[in-house]
């Protein structure tokens, strides 16, 4: 753990009198809202999208980045607009194949101090950066018509399960959630009927129809299609 860890832990714990307690969180309070707004007005005027999730760390030489590049693009001449993390990696693949399809690309960035940056790739009204993570996941939520999982890290994990846990508890409309490349996601799948399901019964065998895994774009558009054939394309809450 470096000194600056540990300074970020003591600030954590330090005593704070009522008027430092009370400044610091009502400015929060209004910089939350502001997040909100921001992301409220930009996103209400875009129209159907789907959200592509996965690393930041991936290569424009992986095969991945050469996918999600591809399912983006293909998405778009379907009519779809494409909601990113706004970041390098497979984000950046997934508005680079946003703007080739002559498509929506949109950017919904995370503030860190290391790996993100805005990808060139994003249109220029369509760019909102955010310094929480829970108001940037509300907007993807709330203006997402779908959502594709590639393989990413603890990032991509968060808001696959965030997005499966709130259909499951029908806090949102059941849109399609498609994970992307059966080789990477099995192992993580295994464990979900194994243990998850068969040895603890934490979840019930319904659950599993909540998402789907394939290996190719075509696969991943058609499963976004042949869903919303059937309903009106709306936001979810």
């Known amino acids: 753990m470096t000194n600056q860890e540990e300074d970020k832990i003591r600030k954590a714990f330090a005593a704070k009198d009522w008027n430092d307690i009370k400044a610091a969180d009502s400015w929060q309070i209004f910089k939350i809202m502001s997040e909100f707004v921001e992301g409220f007005e930009k996103m209400s005027r875009i129209g159907p ?19 999600a ?9 379907e009519g779809y607009g494409v909601i990113s993390g706004g970041g390098p990696g497979i984000m950046e693949a997934a508005n680079k194949g946003a703007k080739a399809g002559g498509g929506k690309s949109v950017g919904l960035n995370i503030v860190l101090p290391f790996e993100q940056s805005s990808n060139p790739f994003i249109d220029n009204d369509k760019s909102i950066n955010f310094d929480y993570f829970f108001v940037r996941k509300t907007i993807f939520l709330k203006y997402s018509q ?79 299609n042949e869903f919303y054939s059937k309903y009106l394309l709306k936001p979810n809450f």
């Open 69 to 77: 590049e591809e399912i983006a693009f293909k998405l778009t001449k």
């Open 49 to 67: 999208c789907v959200s592509i999730f996965g690393s930041a760390r991936t290569k424009m030489t992986n095969p991945y980045y050469k996918l």
């Open 146 to 224: 779908g959502f594709i999982a590639m393989p990413g890290g603890f990032g991509t994990l968060d808001e696959l399960f965030e997005a499966i846990t709130l259909i499951q508890t029908n806090k949102v409309a059941h849109f399609p959630i498609v994970l992307v490349g059966k080789k990477y996601w099995e192992g993580l799948l295994d464990w979900v009927k194994q243990t998850m399901l068969n040895e603890e019964n934490n979840i019930s065998e319904k659950d599993l129809e909540l998402f789907k895994i394939v290996d190719t774009a075509d696969e991943a558009v058609v499963i976004i």
